[in-house]
């Protein structure tokens, strides 16, 4: 059974850090896409980050572009998203993901709240 679970979130002041943690299990996930969406109150989940699995590449939104780093450790099959410079609108609940195709549709996580306060 595959599973993506996340850790990290929690509650910060405008400008801080925080580290997200997706732990991956149930398959292998070469070939595969990993990334990171979120959903603020109210409104649409959003892509933040991809990365790939096997080679690394990576990708952002332009609204985390210089403050999010996507990262991935594959011995310990758990991907990660440094969160830097956080703001009032980062305030979301985080999911991480993963696909083999140019649909996010195979795996969810059950997400992690971030609230970052003013």
């Known amino acids: 059974q595959v599973q993506l679970v996340e850790s990290g979130g929690g509650l910060v002041q405008a400008g801080g850090s925080l580290r997200l943690s997706c732990a991956a299990s149930?398959?292998?996930?070469?070939?595969?896409?990993l990334g990171w969406f979120r959903q603020a109150p109210g409104k649409q989940r959003e892509f933040v980050a991809q990365?790939?699995?096997?080679?690394?590449?990576?990708y952002y939104a332009d609204f985390v572009k210089g403050r999010f780093t996507i990262s991935r450790d594959n011995a310990k099959n758990t991907m990660y998203l440094q969160m830097n410079s956080l703001k009032p609108e980062d305030t979301a609940v985080y999911y991480c993901?993963?696909?083999?195709?140019?649909?996010?549709?195979?795996?969810w996580g059950q997400g992690t709240q971030v609230t970052v306060s003013s």
């Open positions: 149930g398959r292998t996930f070469s070939g595969y896409r």
């Open positions: 993901a993963a696909t083999k195709t140019s649909v996010w549709n195979d795996y």
């Open positions: 990365i790939s699995w096997s080679v690394g590449n990576t």
